[in-house]
Structure formats: C-alpha cells, structure tokens
C-alpha cells in the first residue's frame, strides 16, 4: 500500500505546475498608472519625459551601496544606481508610447584623472515629438551627486539632461554612435 501511495505522489508532482511558486517575483509595480499620475497634464512627449525626469530627479537617490540595478527595486527602495534610473525611466515611458534607447557607455566625471579609464554609465535617449530625433536624458546626474559614498541631492534640471537644443555633451561617450540626436 505505502508503495502505491508513493506512485500516486511521484505521477501527481510529474504533473504539478510550480511557475506558481515563484509568483512573489512577478514585477507589482504598476508604472501605467505611476506615469498616467507624473505626466498629467502634459500631452506632448517633450513635457511627458520632462515630468517624469523632474519626478525622478525630486524622488530617487543614488545608491552608494551599488546594489539596486533594475527599475522594480529602484522604484520600491527610491534609490538606485545608472542602470536603475536608465530602466526606471523607460518603464515609464513605455506606457505613454514614449520611445526610449537605453545606451551603456562611460562618462568623464568631475575628478577624472587623465589618463585614468572612464566610469561605465547607464542613460537614456528618448525621441520626442519630432519623429527619429533623440533627446539625451541622464536623470542619474540629475538628482544628485557622490562624493566620498555619501550622496548630495541637487535635482539639476537643466543639467544638460532633456537639454535645448537637444545634442551631445562633452562628458558621455556611448558605445554605439549611430543614434541622431
């Protein structure tokens, strides 16, 4: 009989879907909402973006621990490194049909050394209401900045982030050079 049991139970978990048991990982972040809530008022994609890079900038603080790389935890823990900020904004873009290129590259800090290699740095380029033309949005820079692991808050907004006219700075280099600005 304790054999027939076991069969029993080896058939029944052979058949089990245990996708159930990670369900705590889904993302419970609803950014349509967060972003319908941040851009309201504003019909064009320029002040769409311009509003969720001043929340973001006014909200969100570097993580000195460098821990925090993705947008579900920035946005749960309110502080988060490049890539965190980078995700955070495109997640809440994607909602308001707001296209966004995340670029990866290195920037020229302000106690950069000659000589010395770059820090690796995460941004975004997002096209705004004139179609194929990209703007540089970095709203890591924007909120802040570290000095000797202790973050300052600044919120720069006009920290050459969603600058006009919109281009290239001289302090960010990304890999990819094919992108219009």
Known sequence: ??????????????????????AEKLP???????AAEIT???SKKNDQARAIYRYLIQNIAYDT????????????QKKGVCQAFADLFIKLC???NIKCILVT?????????PGTPFERHAYVLVEGDKPNRYFFVDAT????????GTFACSMMICHGSIPHPYGWHS????????IKC
């Open 1 to 22: 009989m304790h054999m027939k049991n076991t069969i029993k139970l080896i058939i029944f978990l052979l058949f089990c879907d245990f996708t159930l048991l990670s």
């Open 28 to 34: 419970t972040v609803d950014y349509k909402s967060i």
């Open 40 to 42: 309201k008022g504003c």
């Open 65 to 76: 621990d460098y821990k925090i790389r993705d947008a579900d935890e920035c946005w749960k």
């Open 94 to 96: 994607e909602p308001l």
């Open 105 to 113: 590259g290195f920037a020229k800090t302000y106690d950069h050394i």
């Open 141 to 148: 820079w924007g909120s802040g900045t570290v000095n000797n």
């Open 171 to 178: 302090h960010i280099f990304p890999m990819k050079k094919n």
